[in-house]
């Protein structure tokens, strides 16, 4: 079975495009978290949904920042305009209820000049 | 807010070595959850602790959820050089939207063989 599944993998832009960061979930599973990895603050959350609906987005960092979930196969994560401190690894992760194993993607390694 | 204090921030050990890193907080946690990351990857659960005192073992993994639930300690077996990587301690937590995950800063090992 597939697991999380995030692109682009890599993405380098320059400060004050638009990002948009894709995610499709595991099958079946009904939460989706958004969540930023950097070296001086580690990994943080940013947003989550349940059933494609936003829960908590009190960690987005700024309203540069939005979060869409369509459907449960689904989401975005896009930053417009990007800023340089922005660089950093986001994950996606879902999990088949609140409270199971949250299964992370990948990463999106985004760079931001 | 709530923070995890991981340590040791890095290992440089010889093969065949034990291994053994903690985390502590001033909050206390329903959960305690033990994650690797390799490099380019997302991180994935290495074990979860659910009950104050437990303790779980997984092959050459073995964690405990501290008796104050503020705390907890992963014990590495007989390091192999696939052993390299990021292990990150999370605490799991209900607030007012529910339920998340908060992460330790991350313990960097590395295996010399």
């Known amino acids: 079975d597939a697991g999380v599944i995030q692109s682009p993998r890599h993405e380098v832009t320059e400060m004050g495009q638009e990002v948009t960061l894709r995610c499709k979930p595991i099958?079946?599973?009904?939460?989706l978290f958004w969540y930023r990895q950097t070296m001086m603050r580690g990994l943080e959350l940013l947003i989550y949904?349940?059933?494609?609906?936003?829960?908590?987005d009190s960690g987005m960092p700024e309203d540069r920042f939005s979060a869409k979930m369509p459907n449960a196969s689904f989401s975005t994560l896009k930053i417009q305009p990007s800023e340089p401190r922005d660089s950093a690894v986001y994950f996606c992760?879902?999990?088949?209820?609140?409270?199971?194993?949250?299964?992370f993607g990948p990463g999106t390694r985004l760079t931001v000049l | 807010g709530q923070q995890l204090n991981q340590s040791p921030q890095s290992m440089f050990i010889q093969e065949g070595e034990d291994v053994s890193m903690n985390c502590t907080s001033s909050?206390?946690?329903?959960?305690w959850l033990w994650y690797k990351q390799d490099p380019g990857e997302g991180p994935v659960l290495l074990i979860a602790?659910?009950?104050?005192?437990e303790l779980t073992s997984n092959g050459r993994l073995t964690a405990q959820f501290g008796i104050t639930r503020k705390d907890s300690f992963l014990n590495i077996s007989a390091s192999i050089p696939s052993d390299v990587g990021i292990y990150f301690c999370?605490?799991?937590?209900?607030?007012?939207?529910?339920?998340?995950?908060?992460f330790g800063a991350g313990t960097i090992l590395r295996v010399k063989s």
């Open positions: 992760a879902s999990s088949a209820g609140q409270f199971n194993e949250q299964f």
């Open positions: 099958s079946g599973h009904d939460y």
């Open positions: 949904f349940n059933n494609n609906v936003p829960i908590d």
């Open positions: 909050s206390i946690f329903n959960t």
């Open positions: 602790l659910y009950k104050a005192g």
């Open positions: 999370a605490g799991q937590l209900r607030y007012e939207y529910g339920n998340k995950l908060v």
